[in-house]
C-alpha cells in the first residue's frame, strides 16, 4: 500500500493507517518473537536474540507504544515480561558495559513507570541511572561510550548516540533531587556540542579525549564514511538528542544546534527523501540508504517543533517531519503487507558490512513513535509529560 501523507482512506490519514499497520504487525511479531528481542534482519526475518544488546529496549518500547495506542492487554503483559528480563539483566550485570543504558531502561522500565505508575519500574530505572553513571569520567566530563575505564582504545571516546541515553540522567534527577545525575548529562551534552558538532552543523560519529587529563584530541568515525564525513544515523541522534537535553535543561545553545542540525538534514535529502547512509558517501544505484536515521530525525524535529514559537520556523520543523515520514511511508514501509519488519532499507553498519540494506528494530520503533507523536500526541518515553498515559 503507498499512500501520500496527504491521502485519505475512510477519513484517516495515511499516518494513522500507518499506525494502525505498525501495531497489527507488533501483534503478529509477539507470537513469532516469544521471549526473544529482534535485532536486525536477514532475508526479511527478523534475527531474535535474548537480552543482551544495545537494541533489546526498542521492542519493549514498541509493545508499550502499542498497549497505549490499542490498549490490548495482551501488549502489556507483552511488556511486562520485557521489563523483567530488563530486571535480571541488570541483577547480572549482563551485557550493561556501554553507555547505551538509556535505550534499555527508558523504553523499558521507565515506559511501564510512565504508563502505570508501578514503583518497582521507577527503582529498576534509578538502578540502570547509576549503572550509567559508572561510565562518567570527571577528567574530560564526558561519558565514556564503549570499553573499560582507562582502556587505550576508547578510554577517552564519546560518541553522538549517547546523546539519547541522557534523558535517563535527567529523569533521574527529577526523581530524587540528586544533581550529580542532571550535571554529568549537562556537561556531557555541552562538550558534545562543542566537539561532535562542526560549524557547518554536520557532525562527526565519535570524538576523542585524553584519557588521562581530558584535553580534546580528533573527531572520528566508527560508523560513517570517513572521519570527515556525516553519519546520516548520526545526524539524527542530534537533532533529537539535543532538542531533549533543550526540553530538560532550557539551555538555548542546545535549541539552536538542533535547528541547525535538522536543517543540514533536510538540504541534503535525495529526490526521494531517505537519505542515503552517509551525506558524504558517494552515491551510485546501490549506494545504501538508512531509513531509520529518517524516522530518528522525524521524532526529533517533531520535538524541536514543539519548542519553537508559532511561525515559519516551527511549521518547516513540523513540515519538514512529515515529509521524511511521506517519504518513509512511500518508499520503505511494508504497510498493507505480509511483513515482520515495519521499514526497509535501514542499515546497521554499511562500514563493516554489516546488514546494510534491512529491517532494523530501532528503525521500527522511532517510526512507530513519530507516528504516534503525529497521530496521538504520545511522545514516547524519554520525558514524562500530560500527554502520556
Given at each position: 500500500?503507498?499512500?501520500?501523507?496527504?491521502?485519505?482512506?475512510?477519513?484517516?490519514?495515511?499516518?494513522?493507517?500507518?499506525?494502525?499497520?505498525?501495531?497489527?504487525?507488533?501483534?503478529?511479531?509477539?507470537e513469532r518473537f516469544g521471549e526473544r528481542f529482534p535485532?536486525?534482519?536477514?532475508?526479511?526475518?527478523?534475527?531474535?536474540?535474548?537480552?543482551?544488546?544495545?537494541?533489546?529496549?526498542?521492542?519493549?518500547?514498541?509493545?508499550?507504544?502499542?498497549?497505549?495506542?490499542?490498549?490490548?492487554?495482551?501488549?502489556?503483559?507483552?511488556?511486562?515480561?520485557?521489563?523483567?528480563?530488563?530486571?535480571?539483566?541488570?541483577?547480572?550485570?549482563?551485557?550493561?558495559?556501554?553507555?547505551?543504558?538509556?535505550?534499555?531502561?527508558?523504553?523499558?522500565?521507565?515506559?511501564?513507570?510512565?504508563?502505570?505508575?508501578?514503583?518497582?519500574?521507577?527503582?529498576?530505572?534509578?538502578?540502570?541511572?547509576?549503572?550509567?553513571?559508572?561510565?562518567?569520567?570527571?577528567?574530560?566530563?564526558?561519558?565514556?561510550?564503549?570499553?573499560?575505564?582507562?582502556?587505550?582504545?576508547?578510554?577517552?571516546?564519546?560518541?553522538?548516540?549517547?546523546?539519547?541515553?541522557?534523558?535517563?540522567?535527567?529523569?533521574?534527577?527529577?526523581?530524587?533531587?540528586?544533581?550529580?545525575?542532571?550535571?554529568?548529562?549537562?556537561?556531557?551534552?555541552?562538550?558534545?556540542?562543542?566537539?561532535?558538532?562542526?560549524?557547518?552543523?554536520?557532525?562527526?560519529?565519535?570524538?576523542?579525549?585524553?584519557?588521562?587529563?581530558?584535553?580534546?584530541?580528533?573527531?572520528?568515525?566508527?560508523?560513517?564514511?570517513?572521519?570527515?564525513?556525516?553519519?546520516?544515523?548520526g545526524q539524527a541522534w542530534g537533532i533529537y538528542g539535543?532538542?531533549?537535553?533543550?526540553?530538560?535543561?532550557?539551555?538555548?545553545?542546545?535549541?539552536?544546534?538542533?535547528?541547525?542540525?535538522?536543517?543540514?538534514?533536510?538540504?541534503?535529502?535525495?529526490?526521494?527523501?531517505?537519505?542515503?547512509?552517509?551525506?558524504?558517501?558517494?552515491?551510485?544505484?546501490?549506494?545504501?540508504?538508512?531509513?531509520?536515521?529518517?524516522?530518528?530525525?522525524?521524532?526529533?524535529?517533531?520535538?524541536?517543533?514543539?519548542?519553537?514559537?508559532?511561525?515559519?520556523?516551527?511549521?518547516?520543523?513540523?513540515?519538514?517531519?512529515?515529509?521524511?515520514?511521506?517519504?518513509?511511508?512511500?518508499?520503505?514501509?511494508?504497510?498493507?503487507?505480509?511483513?515482520?519488519?515495519?521499514?526497509?532499507?535501514?542499515?546497521?553498519?554499511?562500514?563493516?558490512?554489516?546488514?546494510?540494506?534491512?529491517?532494523?528494530?530501532?528503525?521500527?520503533?522511532?517510526?512507530?513513535?513519530?507516528?504516534?507523536?503525529?497521530?496521538?500526541?504520545?511522545?514516547?518515553?524519554?520525558?514524562?509529560?500530560?500527554?502520556?498515559?
Amino acid at each position: 500500500m503507498r499512500l501520500r501523507d496527504d491521502e485519505s482512506n475512510n477519513g484517516k490519514s495515511s499516518f494513522s493507517l500507518a499506525l494502525e499497520d505498525a501495531v497489527g504487525k507488533t501483534r503478529a511479531n509477539m507470537e513469532r518473537f516469544g521471549e526473544r528481542f529482534p535485532n536486525v534482519s536477514s532475508n526479511g526475518k527478523y534475527d531474535c536474540i535474548g537480552n543482551a544488546s544495545w537494541t533489546c529496549g526498542f521492542w519493549s518500547g514498541m509493545l508499550w507504544l502499542a498497549y497505549s495506542q490499542s490498549g490490548d492487554e495482551a501488549f502489556r503483559e507483552a511488556a511486562r515480561r520485557t521489563v523483567d528480563s530488563f530486571r535480571s539483566r541488570l541483577e547480572g550485570r549482563m551485557a550493561l558495559q556501554h553507555h547505551d543504558i538509556g535505550f534499555l531502561y527508558s523504553l523499558s522500565s521507565k515506559a511501564q513507570w510512565i504508563t502505570e505508575r508501578d514503583p518497582a519500574a521507577r527503582e529498576l530505572t534509578l538502578r540502570a541511572a547509576d549503572v550509567l553513571m559508572e561510565r562518567w569520567r570527571p577528567a574530560a566530563g564526558v561519558f565514556q561510550a564503549w570499553g573499560a575505564q582507562g582502556e587505550e582504545k576508547n578510554g577517552g571516546r564519546i560518541i553522538i548516540d549517547s546523546l539519547m541515553n541522557m534523558p535517563l540522567l535527567y529523569w533521574a534527577s527529577l526523581q530524587t533531587g540528586e544533581e550529580h545525575y542532571r550535571h554529568a548529562a549537562r556537561r556531557h551534552t555541552e562538550l558534545s556540542r562543542r566537539y561532535l558538532v562542526r560549524g557547518d552543523d554536520s557532525s562527526y560519529h565519535t570524538f576523542f579525549f585524553d584519557r588521562e587529563n581530558g584535553e580534546p584530541v580528533r573527531g572520528a568515525t566508527h560508523q560513517g564514511y570517513a572521519d570527515g564525513s556525516t553519519w546520516t544515523r548520526g545526524q539524527a541522534w542530534g537533532i533529537y538528542g539535543f532538542s531533549l537535553a533543550y526540553r530538560y535543561t532550557g539551555e538555548p545553545g542546545f535549541l539552536d544546534t538542533a535547528r541547525g542540525m535538522a536543517r543540514y538534514f533536510m538540504q541534503r535529502l535525495p529526490p526521494d527523501g531517505v537519505v542515503y547512509w552517509d551525506f558524504d558517501a558517494p552515491q551510485a544505484a546501490g549506494t545504501p540508504r538508512d531509513s531509520s536515521a529518517n524516522a530518528i530525525a522525524a521524532c526529533g524535529m517533531l520535538e524541536l517543533a514543539g519548542h519553537l514559537q508559532e511561525g515559519d520556523e516551527r511549521r518547516e520543523m513540523d513540515e519538514g517531519a512529515r515529509q521524511l515520514l511521506a517519504a518513509l511511508i512511500g518508499n520503505c514501509s511494508t504497510m498493507g503487507e505480509e511483513a515482520e519488519g515495519l521499514l526497509r532499507h535501514g542499515s546497521y553498519s554499511v562500514r563493516a558490512g554489516r546488514n546494510p540494506d534491512d529491517y532494523m528494530i530501532w528503525g521500527d520503533y522511532f517510526y512507530m513513535e513519530a507516528l504516534m507523536r503525529l497521530t496521538k500526541g504520545h511522545c514516547g518515553y524519554w520525558y514524562e509529560s500530560l500527554v502520556n498515559p
